[in-house]
């Protein structure tokens, strides 16, 4: 796999994926929600929805910002060490990328009224990264066959297809693009040599690893991109009792990927003089790239209430509702290849036109319901439940009845809503120096049969995909108080651990996506499924002061 990964390592990945349409796997990405903010907020893991008083829990529970008794601006800083490692049959690969960033900055302007019911009205303005995606993982397969490489993949979701469909004419006053009339993924193959036609002007595909051929892989992923949220929010106090707060989110969304997976093989199969498959008497590799690129803006509301029940215990819930995003999509992609049977040579690049697709997503709502134990001045045991009904996402093209029928009912039956536990603890050491602890725990929002073998669709040129399973959070911080500046610095270790396909398993018998009428008996696909462990350190300072 020498060639392969050189030229992963040397040549920009400038191509991208999807032909016109997004996946269930796209849904799951957009709708990711993180622990981010104030160092107070994360060395208590975010459990800080009954609570309020942090600039953080205006994108949590807006009515946090009615506890404000006195106005507050505060910026925090934040350095990250990501850490990816792939374990694929026993073999381990790793990756480490470091980032320091502004990840929550904000102000809040109290108004002190003299009144014995509204004590105060509130008005606040908060940026929170909510999601980083910046990540970079690698990993390698062994003992490639028919049934796990990427051509056979190819092959099967081009049955029903003829050459035709795949090919420029040679009539070169023709206007005919297999681009405009059939999937990028399947002309692509086509068009580089991984799939070849069985039998002259016939509708089943072989790809160029089968029987007999020796084959090892590489698959290259680096991800970036972040979601990033401003809230604009209202609220107040009543009788020191009652807190309300409403407030609407503009959400940024930008997230870029760049792949790279190749294979390289003895005895694999190309056509011969007929345009048939012909008989393992090829060596060779390729490398698919892929870049897709994503942005996206949003907007959605907000309302939560906090209740002092009694002096020391109090409830807080808040409701978001979905986020409506506007999204684009570019993306291209190509095929490097070097082939060689006998004394003919095959070397070339294949690759797609560049493209761009504009659609619409509505993201989960969401509901966090909390409680806290206020132990006087001596301390503080928070609780939050947060759930958030990720199947309830769904795509939307206005300018098309159905393009995402069968999407979005893909998303109802693989995606479970998520359920986030958070407790967080502080203790006051001294009257200016405080301590804080914290643990969450965030479910899967994919259901367990869709991890380990399940077919997956996704869409364009794009293969690869991961799933997460449960997501855990361990944090610790310090704070420290003196007249009205303070000082908070935290430590969050997320952990979590994901399933990942260079391409998704097929059955042996399938239903073409593409010609839902026609079944046919193929090879069954089962690519090797990796396990991809990230460890996410963050190291947080947050700045303020109180006027």
Same mark, same amino acid.
């Given at each position: 796999?020498?060639?392969?990964?050189?030229?992963?390592?040397?040549?920009?990945?400038?191509?991208?994926?999807?032909?016109?349409?997004?996946?269930?796997?796209? /849904?799951?990405?957009?709708?990711?929600?993180?622990?981010?903010?104030?160092?107070?907020?994360?060395?208590?893991?975010? /459990?800080?929805?009954?609570?309020?008083? =942090?600039?953080?829990?205006?994108?949590?529970?807006?009515?946090?910002?009615?506890?404000?008794?006195?106005?507050?601006?505060? +910026?925090?800083?934040?350095?990250?060490?990501?850490?990816?490692?792939?374990?694929? +049959?026993?073999?381990?690969?790793? @990756?480490? #990328?470091?980032?320091?960033?502004?990840?929550?900055?904000?102000? $809040?302007?109290?108004?002190?009224?003299?009144?014995?019911?509204?004590?105060?009205?509130?008005?606040?303005?908060?940026?929170?990264?909510?999601?980083?995606? =910046?990540?970079?993982?690698?990993?390698?397969?062994?003992?490639?066959?028919?049934?796990?490489?990427?051509?056979?993949?190819?092959?099967?979701?081009?049955?029903?297809?003829?050459?035709?469909?795949?090919? *420029?004419?040679?009539?070169?006053?023709?206007?005919?693009?297999?681009?405009?009339?059939?999937?990028?993924?399947?002309?692509?193959?086509?068009?580089?040599?991984?799939?070849?036609?069985?039998?002259?002007?016939?509708?089943?595909?072989?790809?160029?690893?089968?029987?007999? &051929?020796?084959?090892?892989? =590489?698959?290259?992923?680096?991800?970036?991109?972040?979601?990033?949220?401003?809230?604009?929010?209202?609220?107040?106090?009543?009788?020191?009792?009652?807190?309300?707060?409403?407030?609407?989110?503009?959400?940024?969304?930008?997230?870029?990927?760049?792949?790279? *997976?190749?294979?390289?093989?003895?005895?694999?199969?190309?056509?011969?003089?007929?345009?048939?498959?012909?008989?393992?008497?090829?060596?060779?590799?390729?490398?698919?790239?892929?870049?897709?690129?994503?942005?996206?803006?949003?907007?959605?509301?907000?309302?939560?209430?906090?209740?002092?029940?009694? @002096?020391?215990?109090?409830?807080?819930?808040?409701?978001?509702?979905?986020?409506?995003?506007?999204?684009?999509?570019?993306?291209?992609?190509?095929?490097?290849?070097?082939?060689?049977?006998?004394?003919?040579?095959?070397? @070339?690049? /294949?690759?797609?036109?560049?493209?761009?697709?504009?659609?619409?997503?509505?993201?989960?709502?969401?509901?966090?319901?909390?409680?806290?134990?206020?132990?006087?001045?001596?301390?503080?045991?928070?609780? @939050?439940?947060?759930?958030?009904?990720?199947?309830?996402?769904?795509?939307?093209?206005?300018?098309?009845?159905?393009?995402?029928?069968?999407?979005?009912?893909?998303?109802?039956?693989?995606?479970?809503?998520?359920?986030?536990? #958070? $407790?967080?603890?502080?203790?006051? $050491?001294?009257?200016?120096?405080?301590?804080?602890?914290?643990?969450?725990?965030?479910?899967?929002?994919?259901?367990?049969?869709?991890?380990?073998?399940?077919?997956?669709?996704?869409?364009?040129?794009?293969?690869?995909?991961?799933? =997460?399973?449960? &997501?855990?959070?361990?944090?610790?911080?310090?704070?420290?108080?003196?007249?009205?500046?303070?000082?908070?610095?935290? *430590?969050?270790?997320?952990?979590?651990?994901?399933?990942?396909?260079?391409?998704?398993?097929?059955?042996?018998? &399938?239903?073409?996506?593409?010609?839902?009428?026609?079944?046919?008996?193929?090879?069954?696909?089962?690519?090797?499924?990796?396990?991809?462990?990230?460890?996410?350190?963050?190291?947080?300072?947050?700045?303020?002061?109180?006027?």
């Amino acid at each position: 796999m020498k060639n392969v990964k050189y030229i992963l390592a040397l040549t920009a990945l400038w191509s991208g994926s999807m032909l016109f349409g997004q996946g269930v796997i796209d /849904a799951l990405k957009y709708s990711q929600q993180d622990i981010r903010g104030t160092a107070r907020y994360m060395g208590m893991a975010g /459990a800080f929805g009954a609570l309020g008083g =942090d600039i953080t829990t205006l994108s949590q529970n807006p009515a946090g910002i009615g506890v404000y008794r006195n106005s507050d601006i505060s +910026a925090t800083i934040d350095l990250s060490n990501q850490v990816s490692s792939v374990n694929t +049959a026993g073999n381990k690969y790793s @990756d480490n #990328k470091f980032s320091v960033a502004c990840n929550n900055f904000g102000v $809040v302007w109290a108004i002190r009224f003299n009144q014995e019911a509204l004590k105060n009205l509130d008005f606040g303005f908060a940026y929170n990264k909510q999601k980083s995606f =910046d990540r970079t993982y690698k990993t390698g397969y062994a003992g490639i066959t028919n049934g796990s490489s990427l051509s056979s993949y190819i092959a099967q979701l081009s049955g029903g297809y003829s050459a035709n469909d795949f090919s *420029y004419p040679e009539n070169s006053g023709s206007s005919f693009n297999p681009y405009d009339n059939s999937p990028w993924l399947n002309v692509l193959g086509y068009q580089s040599y991984l799939i070849n036609p069985k039998t002259a002007n016939g509708t089943e595909w072989s790809g160029i690893v089968g029987n007999g &051929t020796v084959a090892s892989g =590489d698959l290259f992923v680096r991800e970036k991109g972040s979601i990033d949220e401003y809230n604009f929010n209202m609220g107040g106090n009543i009788y020191n009792v009652f807190y309300w707060g409403i407030g609407i989110t503009v959400t940024d969304f930008s997230y870029d990927i760049q792949s790279g *997976y190749g294979e390289e093989f003895t005895g694999g199969y190309l056509p011969d003089d007929a345009g048939v498959i012909g008989t393992a008497n090829t060596d060779g590799w390729y490398l698919m790239q892929n870049v897709l690129s994503t942005r996206g803006s949003g907007i959605k509301a907000n309302l939560g209430v906090i209740m002092r029940a009694t @002096d020391n215990f109090r409830l807080g819930f808040a409701f978001h509702t979905p986020n409506y995003y506007k999204m684009t999509d570019t993306y291209s992609a190509f095929v490097k290849y070097d082939f060689n049977r006998g004394t003919t040579s095959y070397n @070339d690049v /294949a690759e797609t036109p560049g493209g761009s697709y504009s659609y619409e997503f509505e993201s989960p709502w969401r509901m966090i319901a909390s409680a806290a134990y206020v132990f006087g001045q001596s301390g503080i045991l928070s609780f @939050d439940y947060e759930y958030t009904a990720s199947n309830s996402m769904s795509f939307d093209d206005p300018y098309s009845i159905d393009a995402f029928y069968k999407t979005n009912q893909e998303i109802t039956e693989m995606v479970s809503p998520m359920h986030t536990f #958070k $407790v967080g603890g502080e203790f006051r $050491v001294t009257p200016q120096v405080s301590a804080r602890l914290g643990y969450a725990y965030q479910t899967s929002p994919v259901k367990s049969q869709y991890r380990s073998g399940h077919e997956i669709p996704t869409a364009g040129t794009l293969t690869q995909f991961t799933l =997460d399973r449960a &997501t855990n959070y361990f944090t610790v911080g310090l704070g420290y108080r003196f007249a009205n500046v303070y000082v908070d610095v935290a *430590y969050m270790h997320r952990y979590r651990r994901s399933e990942l396909f260079p391409f998704s398993p097929l059955p042996a018998e &399938t239903e073409n996506p593409y010609n839902p009428d026609q079944t046919e008996s193929t090879l069954a696909v089962s690519p090797q499924i990796s396990t991809l462990a990230d460890h996410n350190n963050s190291f947080v300072l947050t700045m303020g002061v109180k006027f």
